[in-house]
């Protein structure tokens, strides 16, 4: 099991980037793969990115692509969402979630644990 706590949202005007942080608990950090999603008001939970286990692996949504960069350190059990370049529309809740299967995924119900999110939220 592990327990997941993101930090690092805030208020920003667009433009300006943000680095976003979720720290693990536990010793099995390097055994799950690792995904960030995000939810608007009135909207689903959506994928933005995700990271394999070594971190040799990563996948972005078509929406943050060339913006946003997933990345890990297993020596910090965190795993990090670098987000450049944030526009009004990137405003959510932003979590991170770990997967133990072997394929990286980008649906929410693959994933098993949760952390309870961080704010974002881009002013024009």
């Known amino acids: 099991q592990v327990q997941l706590v993101e930090s690092g949202g805030g208020l920003v005007q667009a433009g300006v980037s943000l680095r976003l942080s979720c720290a693990a608990s536990g010793r099995t950090f390097s055994s799950y793969n690792m995904g960030w999603f995000r939810q608007a008001p009135g909207k689903e939970r959506e994928f933005v990115a995700a990271i394999s286990r070594s971190g040799s692996r990563t996948y972005h949504a078509d929406s943050v692509k060339g913006r946003f960069t997933i990345s890990r350190d297993n020596t910090k059990n965190t795993v990090y969402l670098q987000m450049n370049s944030l526009k009004p529309d990137d405003t959510a809740v932003y979590h991170c979630?770990?997967?133990?299967?072997?394929?990286?995924?980008?649906?929410?119900?693959?994933?098993?644990?949760w952390g309870q999110g961080t704010q974002v939220t881009v002013s024009s």
């Open positions: 979630a770990a997967d133990r299967s072997l394929n990286l995924h980008t649906g929410a119900y693959d994933y098993s644990y």
